[in-house]
């Protein structure tokens, strides 16, 4: 099993810049990801960490760090429809099944 | 190109019940995989199938199963049903692998 950390809510200013972070023990680790969630609506997959390093993809760019069991997800220029949740999801390698374990969440509450 | 579907999107069954659901990936998409989302426990991956074979299997009871047909389409049966069944179910589908993975709407399941 593991354990996968990351706040519960966090606020930002529309324009600005806002990082989320995650954390995750694990013994398998066989990449990250992450996703955004609005309510009421199915998650939407943002990006995929497998290597350590920063996956930029235009507003939203993504670090793992795997020695530090450590990642973020960073959110450019914040527009309001970025109000939403952002689900860390750590998969795990289980006796050759990949497992991927979802974190709680991180509500992300843009205002003007 | 259309998106995963996922029928019924609402259901109301009673305890002891049993329920199938119906998951249909986008076109050329051979990997299927079936969440379940509650307030609770979060989202939680219960199985991922892949040219008709199970890949992978979360920990969930024997309760929960789930098969693919020959043209990727997929389907998720619960047995016995269980007021804590109450849940979204989402399937998502992918390519080959996991890394990149679209969502259904969901199966809002309530248990009564």
């Known amino acids: 099993g593991q354990n996968i950390d990351q706040p519960t809510e966090m606020t930002a200013t529309e324009g600005a810049i806002v990082q989320i972070n995650c954390t995750y023990q694990t013994s398998g680790f066989n990449g990250l990801f992450w996703y955004q969630q609005h309510a009421g609506e199915a998650p939407t997959f943002l990006s995929y960490n497998v290597l350590d390093g920063l996956e930029e993809k235009g507003r939203f760019s993504s670090f793992l760090s795997r020695s530090k069991g450590y990642s973020y997800l960073l959110l450019k220029e914040l527009q309001m429809k970025d109000s939403a949740s952002y689900l860390c999801a750590v998969r795990e390698d289980v006796r050759g099944s990949y497992i991927p374990t979802f974190g709680r969440g991180t509500s992300l509450i843009v205002h003007p | ?112």
Request: charged content about 15%; glycine content about 10%.
């Open chain 2, 1 to 112: 190109k259309a998106g995963v579907t996922q029928t019924p999107r609402y259901l109301i069954k009673t305890r002891g019940q049993q329920v199938t659901l119906s998951c249909s990936p986008i076109s050329g998409h051979r990997s299927v995989s079936w969440y379940q989302q509650t307030p609770g426990q979060g989202l939680q991956f219960l199985f991922e199938y892949f040219s008709e074979t199970q890949r992978n299997k979360g920990n969930f009871p024997g309760r929960f199963s789930g098969r693919q047909f020959s043209n990727s389409r997929s389907e998720m049966n619960v047995s016995t049903l269980e007021l804590g069944d109450s849940a979204l179910y989402l399937c998502a589908s992918s390519p080959d692998r996991q890394e990149t993975q679209y969502f259904g709407p969901g199966t809002r399941l309530l248990v009564l």
